[in-house]
């Protein structure tokens, strides 16, 4: 027989803190509800739990270690022996990790929605106010949602006796929704004809959804109970932003990027150009001898931190734009500059001409 240590994958001497986070991931893993379609994950299931319910009481476990498996042949008969009747730490352990108690009726929520909703990328940056339509489940407005047509009875369900849901013989499974009334714990003997039974209809609803300032490209938005209906509740309505690229901005953080393309003039003497940013254009000043490359900083010009905490800066490269095209005249003007200048103007040439002679 397997060593209950080796079932859980832990040493002998395992803290009682490495044993439940050894059993919370196996337990994830094999529970019977998260493998409908293999049918060996509850024996699995049912082999870590037993060991669990062992080497988690210092009783049993220090038996366990003096004994062995001989003290467990008999279930009920050896000391310290596993009552698969009896979870004892396990259920505490699968309340944490599937939410309610164990083996109780699960609240069942309506199906949540999603939805997919494109904003600007100025809008992104500085916050906007979007009214979106959403095709949605409600509860059918002839039937109130029964499913049962008006001035007609339901019948409690023969199948769970009107609970809503059965509890499986496997003792290791937690119940289920009733497969005769599907949670209802009532049977609809005249079905509603606007609905035809179900209880829902679908209805195109207006929402306004609130993007607050600097959200980021594939954040989501949640918006409780707006999702489908369902017997203990609506579902919730997940809205994923999708920021449209801009085609002059990028995004770094709360910083705003931008290339801005100057002339050879402007970038050698130094010019005043008109940047564009978030708030419309602005004043910018390029010092004189300003080199391809170079990164002039907006201050506050950039995206609103989230939650408001100040602003980012609007980063501005310069791009120096070389003409593709010369007249005669321009043509002959920039070799005399060219002649005129000489080397000493050029000192970044230089210096890469000085490196070069070392290298070779």
Same mark, same amino acid.
């Given at each position: 027989m397997e060593d209950y240590y080796d079932r859980l994958g832990v040493s002998r001497d395992a803290t009682p803190d490495e044993l439940k986070k050894a059993y919370r991931s196996l337990a994830r893993q094999h529970h019977p509800d998260r493998n409908p379609d293999? =049918?060996?994950?509850?024996? &699995?299931? /049912?082999? +870590?739990?037993?060991?669990?319910?062992?080497?988690?009481?210092?009783?049993k476990r220090r038996h366990y270690d003096r004994v062995g498996?001989?003290?467990?042949?008999?279930?009920?008969?050896?000391?310290?022996?596993?009552?698969?009747?009896?979870?004892?730490?396990?259920?505490?352990i699968l309340e944490g990790i599937f939410g309610g108690a164990f083996g109780r009726r699960r609240r069942r929520r309506g199906q949540d929605l999603t939805y997919g909703l494109e904003v600007d990328f100025i809008d992104a940056a500085k916050g906007v106010d979007k009214a979106i339509e959403i095709e949605r489940p409600v509860d059918c407005?002839?039937?109130?949602?029964?499913?049962?047509?008006?001035?007609?009875?339901?019948?409690?369900?023969?199948?769970?006796?009107?609970?809503?849901?059965?509890?499986?013989?496997?003792?290791?499974?937690?119940?289920?929704?009733? =497969?005769?009334?599907?949670? &209802?714990? /009532?049977? +609809?003997?005249?079905?509603?004809e606007s609905c035809e039974g179900t209880g829902a209809t679908t209805r195109v609803e207006q929402l306004t959804v609130k993007i607050p300032p600097g959200v980021r490209h594939g954040a989501v938005r949640s918006v409780r109970g707006a999702g489908a209906r369902g017997p203990d509740g609506n579902g919730d309505l997940h809205i994923q932003v999708q920021v449209l690229e801009h085609p002059l901005f990028t995004r770094d953080g709360p910083d705003i990027l931008c290339e801005v393309p100057v002339s050879f003039p402007q970038a050698a003497l130094g010019a005043t150009i008109e940047v564009p940013t978030l708030d419309g254009r602005v004043s910018m000043k390029v010092p004189a001898g300003t080199q391809p490359g170079k990164v002039l900083r907006l201050r506050g010009k950039g995206i609103a931190a989230y939650g408001g905490a100040g602003k980012g800066d609007q980063l501005v490269m310069i791009m120096v734009e070389v003409p593709d095209r010369l007249t005669r005249k321009q043509r002959k003007l920039v070799e005399e500059l060219a002649v005129e200048m000489g080397a000493d103007s050029l000192p970044q040439q230089a210096n890469f001409l000085d490196k070069l002679k070392k290298l070779f």
């Open positions: 293999d =049918p060996e994950a509850e024996e &699995r299931f /049912k082999l +870590i739990s037993e060991a669990y319910s062992v080497l988690s009481d210092d009783d498996h001989q003290a467990y042949s008999d279930p009920r008969g050896g000391p310290g022996g596993f009552d698969p009747n009896d979870f004892g730490n396990v259920s505490d407005e002839t039937c109130v949602g029964s499913g049962a047509k008006p001035g007609t009875e339901l019948k409690e369900c023969n199948t769970c006796r009107g609970q809503g849901y059965i509890r499986p013989q496997m003792i290791f499974m937690g119940a289920r929704p009733c =497969p005769g009334c599907g949670g &209802r714990g /009532k049977r +609809i003997l005249t079905p509603c």
